[in-house]
């Protein structure tokens, strides 16, 4: 058990919806990355929030959007939900700020499906 | 090209084979680290050792065994004496100091299968 806890594990919904996806951190952790994972694009990096800002970017969609709470914990946001956003979306954290010698810790993940 | 290379997308073996997973990576920066993550059928991501660029020494950990050669560019991983358990995808990462970002990137995964 990483420490880091994803909610749901799973969710269910139809194209055109909107969903939030929830992450919380390894205890003491500042930084949040949220991640895709699908069958032909592997592990895509999305976006990281470090103490409630955000940090950097990857390749994620405008229909996309995520925020960090003061409590650090951060929410995913996905709209306007196509087939192809069905993918595992993977939640980590780390103690700092994300400097390259830092280690990621995952959670669960959050399997969708997007009918 | 590709930062991380896993050219094995999928190695199958009995139990209690030795099978090794290969990573080769790219990278013009002098100092960087190295990762390996677990991902069983379960679906999380489980950290498994990570390694600078400064550090060459081969690091083992019970049955799991890690190879790192500069020369070769290669971060390469050995299970000894593999049991069903270890059945999972294995991803090789790096994260370069001077990349510009701090995200690591990911290869695209070894998919083992350990058969009893």
Redesign the interface.
């Given at each position: 058990d990483?420490g880091v806890t994803q909610t749901p594990k799973h969710l269910i919904t139809a194209t055109g919806q909107r969903v939030t996806l929830r992450c919380s951190p390894r205890s003491g952790d500042l930084s949040v990355?949220w991640y895709q994972q699908s069958l032909d694009q592997?592990?895509q990096?999305l976006i990281?929030y470090y103490n409630g800002e955000e940090r950097?970017k990857?390749n994620i969609l405008e229909r996309f959007s995520a925020q960090q709470f003061p409590d650090l914990h951060s929410e995913l946001n996905l709209s306007s939900l196509e087939l192809g956003d069905s993918a595992?979306y993977?939640c980590?954290s780390s103690p700092e700020?994300?400097?390259?010698?830092?280690?990621?810790?995952?959670?669960?993940?959050t399997?969708l499906l997007v009918l | 090209a590709q930062k991380v290379t896993q050219a094995q997308t999928e190695i199958s073996v009995v139990e209690k084979e030795d099978v090794t997973l290969d990573c080769v990576y790219e990278t013009r920066d002098t100092?960087?680290?190295l990762?390996w993550?677990k991902q069983p059928p379960?679906?999380?991501?489980?950290?498994l050792i990570?390694r600078?660029s400064f550090d060459e020494q081969n690091e083992i950990s019970g049955r799991y065994s890690w190879n790192f050669q500069k020369s070769t560019s290669s971060f390469n991983f050995t299970i000894t004496a593999s049991q069903v358990v270890d059945s999972a995808v294995y991803?090789c990462a790096l994260?370069?100091?001077g990349?510009g970002?701090?995200?690591?990137t990911?290869g695209?995964?070894t998919s083992l299968i350990v058969h009893p």
């Open positions: 990483s990355y592997g592990l990096f990281q950097a990857g595992l993977f980590a700020a994300g400097g390259y010698q830092e280690t990621q810790y995952f959670g669960p993940g399997r | 100092t960087y680290y990762f993550y379960s679906g999380e991501l489980v950290f990570r600078n991803f994260s370069e100091r990349g970002s701090y995200i690591p990911f695209r995964g």
